[in-house]
């Protein structure tokens, strides 16, 4: 099966819920994407992710990126995802370019990391 092609299934620890204002959601054995700064008045979201090092560069990321935009739609009516990326986080800018999520900010010296301070790009993704 391809990369484009493969499907994974996201699952939240059971009574877990947005409403709280952010949400772990599970796909194992290859990692979890959450949902934080929920602005519900305003239909947004930012996402972090985490992909098991085994399954880095196989396409699992996206994957799970795209799995969460359609429970982002159907279960949260959810308007737009976003993601804070440090500019060295290269794979990160990658995997989220390649799922659709075009930067829309740049701040800088947003980050400290070892010992002085980087930029952080902003990007998003309107559903």
């Known amino acids: 099966m391809g990369q484009d092609k493969l499907k994974v299934n996201l699952v939240a620890e059971e009574g877990a819920s947005l409403s709280s204002g952010s949400l772990r959601l599970y796909a194992l054995p290859y990692g979890c994407v959450d949902l934080y700064s929920y602005d519900p008045l305003n239909k947004r979201a930012a996402v972090g992710i985490a992909v098991a090092s085994e399954y880095r560069h196989k396409g699992y990321g996206l994957a799970m990126l795209r799995e969460l935009e359609k429970l982002s ?5 959810l308007h ?6 440090a500019v060295i986080n290269t794979a990160s800018l ?3 370019t390649k799922a659709g999520y075009t930067e829309c900010g740049h701040f800088k010296e947003w ?3 070892d010992s002085h301070f980087i ?3 902003r990007m998003q993704k309107l559903l």
């Open 73 to 77: 739609t159907t279960n949260y009516q």
């Open 119 to 121: 930029d952080n790009i």
């Open 94 to 96: 990658a995997l989220f």
């Open 111 to 113: 980050l400290e990391y």
């Open 80 to 85: 737009t995802l976003f993601a804070d990326i």
